[in-house]
């Protein structure tokens, strides 16, 4: 059609000369070359992609040339040949993280293939660690890396490990490839890095043998704590560690004693003080529960009040295990009972003061009798008691430490005796105990009895009256 367009601007143009200078050619040829043109046009069908150039001269007195310029796009089938296949088209890929723990068994699936039919692919590793495995699995193009790393993969002092290992998956068979031999060993590879962590199991099955329900005092008495600490052995540098207190849980439900803090007795065993290595992953420490070098507390009451009739402390401490990445066990409580077994010496009651072997009272005597009670062990602390005599005035025994300290006791008997009283009512006795406790054991009971008697000369002390009665009560 573009042709066309440019044949038809000549046509005006021969008209007009024919009106100026008559007709030159004859019509008749000139529709026959016309004709001709158009067929010739539609014989060459459509137009391919070119540049067009046409030059048009146009008889007039000024010519002019006429350039143009046509485009024509055109889409285009493209076929991609066999010979197209890259690297890329190699399928491979893997789980997006690949941790391990040391002492754990972990796999994970890494994929490789070519998605041509009946084409196989293998996979590789490069630097594997030692004890690692790379595997086909049962499913299709599929490997499993699997690895229980060892102890002490991760350096000591750091807490993860970094492997870089490198995938190569091959073309082994290029299956239906019209290009066998092109496609056939053509590789892709995948970078990856293997992160190791230390064991992250905690210490467990903590047991705690030698310390038996009652322990004599003044022993130095052995004991171990056993525990299963992963992720270590007897070639570690680090070893598991053990820690001894007080849970300060004095009060159980139905005693009427604190059980105090055992822990002060726990000491470490000079001759093992190495944590000991098992096999299997168990530890055992050695320790010493030490009544001989540590003195021993007195029983305390709920109230805190020494319990001086006691025959021992009752006490408990709390064991926990610690493993180098600081995971623990939970804690175990034990409870002992520290019997006493060091001697004594029992208080001796001081009555020289009174020159009698009995107290003589005449009644209305006001009676005012200063003795002591002290015990040869220097620490001790005595303590004195005295008993209801049921004689009349009720006498009243009081006691204080000395100044030498309160191993012995200043006591001062003070009496009222009655008027009425008679020598029936006043003969009898006042009854007094002392006892001595150090460190919480507790001296034999010293007992005391100060026999009283009515004066056989009477001092006058009372009223007729009261003494006339007195006698009638005597007579009868």
Do not use: H
């Not at 200078?21 to 529709?31: A, I």
């Not at 890259?86 to 994929?111: H, N, P, Q, W």
């Not at 944590?275 to 009451?301: C, H, M, R």
């Amino acid at each position: 059609m573009k042709t066309v367009k440019s044949l038809m601007i000549a046509i005006p143009a021969a008209m007009a000369l024919t009106a100026c200078d008559g007709w030159q050619k004859s019509p008749s040829s000139d529709l026959q070359e016309m004709r001709a043109q158009a067929k010739t046009i539609t014989e060459m069908g459509p137009d391919k992609p070119q540049t067009i150039t046409e030059t048009v001269v146009v008889t007039q007195p000024s010519p002019v040339e006429v350039t143009k310029t046509v485009v024509v796009e055109k889409q285009v089938e493209v076929k991609v040949k066999e010979t197209d296949i890259t690297r890329s088209m190699i399928l491979l890929t893997a789980d997006s993280e690949m941790t391990f723990s040391e002492g754990v068994s972990s796999s994970y699936k890494i994929r490789a293939s070519l998605p041509v039919p009946g084409a196989a692919v293998t996979l590789t590793v490069s630097n594997l660690p030692e004890g690692a495995s790379l595997k086909p699995s049962s499913e299709k193009d599929v490997y499993v890396l699997s690895w229980n790393p060892p102890m002490y993969t991760v350096d000591a002092g750091k807490s993860l490990k970094s492997i870089p290992v490198k995938f190569t998956a091959t073309v082994t068979n290029a299956g239906t490839s019209k290009n066998a031999e092109a496609v056939k060993g053509m590789i892709n590879e995948l970078d990856k890095t293997l992160f190791v962590t230390k064991n992250q199991v905690a210490p467990s099955a903590l047991s705690v043998s030698g310390i038996a329900a009652e322990i004599s005092e003044d022993q130095l008495t052995p004991f171990s704590v056993t525990v299963t600490v992963p992720g270590i052995d007897g070639k570690s540098s680090q070893k598991p560690r053990i820690v001894i207190s007080y849970d300060a849980n004095a009060i159980t439900a139905g005693n009427d004693f604190l059980e105090l803090d055992g822990s002060r007795y726990v000491i470490a065993d000079l001759n093992k003080k190495d944590a000991e290595y098992l096999g299997d992953s168990k530890w055992k420490i050695n320790l010493i529960f030490d009544t001989k070098n540590i003195a021993v507390q007195p029983q305390l009451a709920k109230d805190g009040t020494i319990m001086l009739q006691a025959n021992g402390t009752r006490v408990r401490f709390s064991v926990k295990a610690f493993s180098p990445n600081g995971l623990s066990t939970a804690e175990s409580v034990v409870q002992t009972k520290i019997v006493y077994t060091k001697t004594i010496s029992a208080p001796r009651f001081d009555v020289s003061g009174l020159g009698k072997q009995g107290l003589e009272v005449s009644p209305g005597e006001k009676v005012t009798l200063r003795f002591s009670a002290s015990s040869s062990s220097k620490n001790a602390v005595v303590a004195v008691e005295s008993k209801n005599s049921g004689l009349p005035g009720n006498p009243q025994v009081s006691c204080e430490a000395s100044a030498a300290g309160s191993n012995k006791q200043e006591c001062t008997l003070t009496w009222e005796v009655p008027c009425d009283a008679t020598s029936k009512t006043l003969k009898g006795a006042i009854e007094m105990s002392a006892t001595g406790s150090l460190n919480g054991q507790i001296s034999n009971v010293t007992e005391y009895a100060l026999k009283t008697v009515k004066a056989a000369k009477d001092k006058k002390l009372c009223a007729a009256t009261a003494t006339t009665a007195a006698k009638a009560v005597e007579a009868k």
